[in-house]
C-alpha cells in the first residue's frame, strides 16, 4: 500500500497552519513576527515571488489571516510551501501533528 508523498506533506502542511492559525487567536504576537520575517524576504534584491504573496496575505485583518492559512485552494497551497511562520510550533508539536498525518493517511491508503 503505497502513500502519496505529496499528498502527505500537503496534508502536514495544512496541518501545520491549522495549528498556527489556532495560536494566532490565543497568540497575536505572531502575525507581527511573520509580518517581520516577509519584511526581511522582501528586501532581497529581487524579493521572492512568494514574500509578495504573503505581503498581501499579512496585510488583511486577523480573521481573515487565519481562515487563508487553512484554505485548500491552490494560492494558500502554494504559499505555505514558503510559510513565514516557521517557529510558530514547536519541534515536539510538529512531529505530534506529523505522527497523527501518518497514521491517517495510511489508514486512509
Known sequence: MAIDSHRL???????YHRAIAARIARQPALLERARE???AW???SPPPRYALGWAEV??????SIRVFLTDPGERAREL??????????SAAERWEIWR????????LA
Not at 9 to 15: K, P, Q
Not at 58 to 63: E, K, M, N, S, V
Not at 80 to 89: C, I, T, V
Not at 100 to 107: D, G
Request: hydrophobic residues 30%.
Open 37 to 39: 520575517r516577509v519584511r
Open 9 to 15: 506533506a500537503e496534508e502536514r502542511s495544512i496541518a
Open 100 to 107: 497523527r498525518i501518518r497514521r491517517e493517511e495510511v489508514t
Open 80 to 89: 505555505r510551501q514558503s510559510s513565514p511562520f516557521a517557529g510558530a510550533l
Open 58 to 63: 499579512l496585510r488583511r485583518d486577523r480573521d
Open 42 to 44: 522582501l528586501e532581497e
